[in-house]
């Protein structure tokens, strides 16, 4: 069972160029989730999508851009990438936004 | 928002007992999820709390108390497998999460 897929698994990225983050889930969950993960800060949720077609603004969303154009899918960009975006990207999904959530493996992206 | 503290770092032995407390202040408050990451992996969920007392799942425990807004994971029987970050979590009134910068713990031979 796939589960959760996130690609590329890392990259590294000049800073003003853009990116795009890809995130896929066969579970047919409602409810998605990107959250950046730094040393020391925890996880910090960045945009979030109780369903297919809506999208919502988490704790630091500024620089980055979702849509959410069918269940499976919610991809994260990145219009012009700035070193202070280098970190590590989880995906999320849960059934509901009232269950828990399950992560996909990451991304690690550097922004030189 | 939500304000979450947790010990950076704990070390115990292979068998022993190890407790990690979770403190929090919340503007709402909807259950509480402690998740275990090892090194290079994503979180995965272990843990679900929202009435007050303790859930108990196997070698892991977790209690909450929502009057004192503190929670701790409890796990037995320490494994080498186990040694990990314990990441804590608060979901609000919107359902979403709030997580904690996470417990490394370190199991010893």
């Known amino acids: 069972t796939a589960g959760i897929t996130q690609a590329p698994t890392s990259q590294i990225l000049a800073a003003g160029r853009s990116m795009t983050l890809r995130c896929t889930q066969d579970m047919r969950h409602n409810a998605m989730y990107w959250y950046r993960q730094d040393l020391g800060l925890g996880l910090r949720l960045i945009h979030y999508s109780n369903t297919a077609g809506t999208t919502g603004k988490g704790e630091v969303p500024d620089g980055y851009s979702v849509s959410r154009a069918n269940t499976d899918d919610f991809p994260l960009t990145l219009a012009s990438a700035v070193p202070s975006q280098t970190s590590v990207y989880f995906c999320?999904?849960?059934?509901?936004?009232?269950?828990?959530?399950?992560f996909g493996p990451g991304t690690r992206l550097t922004v030189l | 928002g939500q304000n979450i503290d947790q010990p950076t770092e704990m070390t115990a032995t292979e068998g022993a007992i190890v407790q990690i407390n979770c403190t929090y202040q919340t503007s709402g408050f909807n259950g509480l999820f402690w998740y275990q990451q090892h090194a290079g992996e994503a979180p995965t969920f272990l843990s679900y709390n929202v009435l007050d007392g303790l859930e108990e799942k196997g070698r892991f425990s977790s209690f909450l108390s929502r009057s004192k807004g503190y929670s701790y994971l409890l796990l037995k029987e320490l494994q080498m497998k186990d040694s990990a970050s314990y990441l804590c979590?608060?979901?609000?009134?919107?359902?979403?999460?709030?997580f904690g910068a996470g417990t490394t713990v370190t199991v010893r031979a």
């Open positions: 979590a608060v979901r609000d009134g919107d359902y979403k999460l709030s």
């Open positions: 999320a999904s849960s059934e509901a936004a009232s269950n828990e959530q399950f």
